[in-house]
């Protein structure tokens, strides 16, 4: 296939960026990711740009849409590189630096208002002439260019660098070194790495998390060490480093398990002023800090830790656990996002965690959805990693009042509300938006049962024709799954061998041998009986 370009054939159209016949679909292949504040964006292997969740800046278009619920691509500039902050976005692209978005503290340039939908190049008088790395942090932005730093926008806790706490734009960090090769930016703290000097840091170190030896708050850039440093991630009171030999260190709070593997690093033992290994496994090259938690790769192999509480750990729950555990596989990129408690500490309800990787060319991501951050299209949550941008080809799709299933290679998948165990067999959600503590519904297609042929949805059950044999799950109050009155049916099977099936509100039907038999409020509340009066029948609907 030819990629689009300026055009496709007459008898061809695009899809997803190549060109494709009648009847072929295309999914973009994807290289990197970057989580934000309850966004998130992405670089496919065209290097186009596609974002999703939270536009309240217009960090993704310039519509009045507050969210983007579902991965779209952003302009027609390609670009090299992209890194999501707090609101805003910030790209590279031939050595030219672009930022947009949220400007609030003019963490993008001074006098474009609070936010900004169109690109703004960044240039710097006596600056450098080739960008090679930015990092937007939540009020502030850092870059490097021909091995100098800058940074500007706001200075809370002194941030910049600048030894003061007045905010600026640009400013550049310690002239005297232009080696800098990568820089981290969190809400308080900000840590680079220089070839000839290793890792320094600056900001608020009160939980230890400059890695100097005392907690303290240091306005100008203070030396760490850490020679050999070829990745590092600052999160809200933590900060994480891997060494040319791919092994990890971590230093600041470590009350929440967030400095690693609670066997190697004590996290009942207070703060590490300075750095301490993390963990005894190697082989690290990538790292990425949130507020109590932190991923990073090894290999192939995405491994989070830290606290649960706040959803981005990937491990299947949110519970305040120290946790240390490997997420996913055939990973080779991998990001985390920022939530709410940086906005006011005392009330983190996790509405903007967000942890993605990109998993055999896929995005997967997983946490919090309250502003459509997991792209799924609605108020969830995804407590594994899941894949937000589609990639289904259905061959049936059927609705019911409050949720939908389709097949898609044999293979049930559904969505929708999850009050009434309607999606897997497990009565959890509500049709509200999801936030730690409460149930949330299926905002993306959920595998459910392999081997589908047809599908029969109710009010608040499913049923799947597979072959010849005939599984049901969900509310069965009324019986309409098969079996005995229960709240929420796990997928069983109906005895018999079945050829097709029909559902109602709470009721179900099916054929077998040219004999139609109903259960459930369809003629009577019954088990599966046969009812001779419907018997050949090759269509059927039912009410309530």
């Known amino acids: 296939m030819q990629a689009c370009g300026d055009g496709c054939p007459a008898d061809q159209t695009c899809s997803a960026g190549f060109c494709a016949a009648a009847g072929q679909t295309c999914e973009p292949v994807f290289e990197h990711v970057s989580a934000g504040a309850g966004f998130g964006c992405a670089l496919d292997s065209l290097h186009r740009l596609w974002c999703w969740g939270d536009n309240t800046y217009h960090q993704i278009d310039s519509s009045s849409d507050v969210q983007i619920t579902r991965a779209k691509v952003v302009g027609d500039r390609l670009w090299d590189s992209v890194v999501a902050g707090n609101g805003d976005v910030c790209a590279l692209a031939s050595g030219e630096l672009w930022c947009w978005g949220n400007n609030a503290r003019n963490q993008i340039q001074a006098g474009l208002g609070a936010s900004t939908a169109t690109p703004t190049k ?100 203070q030396p760490i060490g850490q020679l050999g440093t070829t990745a590092l991630s600052t999160g809200l009171d933590t900060t994480c480093a891997i060494t040319s030999g ?68 990937g491990d299947g729950h949110w519970a305040p656990a120290r946790t240390w555990l490997k997420v996913a596989d055939q990973a080779t990129d991998l990001s985390v996002g920022w939530n709410m408690t940086l906005l006011d500490r005392a009330f983190d309800t996790a509405n903007l965690d967000l942890s993605c990787a990109i998993i055999a060319g896929k995005i997967q991501c997983w946490g919090d959805a309250r502003d459509g951050q997991l792209g799924g299209g609605g108020a969830t949550s995804a407590r594994v990693p899941a894949e937000i941008t589609g990639g289904h080809t259905w061959t049936s799709l059927t609705a019911g009042p409050a949720h939908v299933c389709g097949i898609s290679g044999g293979m049930t998948y559904c969505w929708g509300s999850t009050e009434r165990g309607q999606i897997s067999g497990v009565a959890t959600g509500k049709a509200v938006a999801c936030m730690r503590g409460l149930p949330c519904d299926a905002g993306a297609p959920a595998p459910v049962v392999a081997g589908t042929t047809a599908l029969a949805l109710g009010g608040g059950h499913t049923c799947a024709l597979r072959g010849a044999a005939l599984t049901c799950w969900g509310d069965s109050t009324s019986g309409q799954c098969g079996t005995t009155s229960t709240v929420a049916l796990a997928p069983a099977d109906v005895p018999g061998t079945w050829s097709n099936v029909f559902a109602g509100t709470n009721g179900s039907c099916g054929v077998q041998a040219g004999q139609t038999f109903c259960w459930g409020s369809v003629l009577t509340q019954h088990a599966p009986a046969h009812e001779p009066a419907l018997d050949g029948i090759t269509g059927l609907a039912l009410g309530a």
């Open 122 to 221: 960044i240039t710097v008088t006596g600056g450098p002439a080739t960008w090679s790395f930015v990092a937007p942090a939540f009020q502030h932005t850092c870059a490097i260019g021909d091995g100098r730093l800058f940074c500007w926008g706001g200075n809370d806790f002194g941030v910049l660098g600048s030894g003061d706490v007045n905010d600026a734009f640009p400013f550049e960090v310690d002239p005297s070194i232009q080696d800098w090769t990568a820089v981290s930016t969190a809400s308080g703290h900000t840590c680079a790495v220089s070839t000839l000097h290793g890792v320094a840091c600056w900001g608020d170190g009160s939980s230890g998390e400059l890695g100097i030896g005392v907690a303290d708050v240091d306005y100008d850039p």
């Open 246 to 313: 791919r092994t990890l260190s971590c230093w600041g709070r470590a009350a929440d398990g967030a400095l690693g593997d609670p066997t190697v690093v004590d996290p009942t033992a207070g703060p590490k002023l300075s750095p301490v290994p993390a963990t005894a496994l190697f082989g690290w090259t990538q790292i990425a800090a949130a507020e109590h938690y932190t991923c990073g790769l090894r290999g192939e192999e995405v491994w989070c830790w830290g606290s649960a509480l706040t959803g981005g750990i």
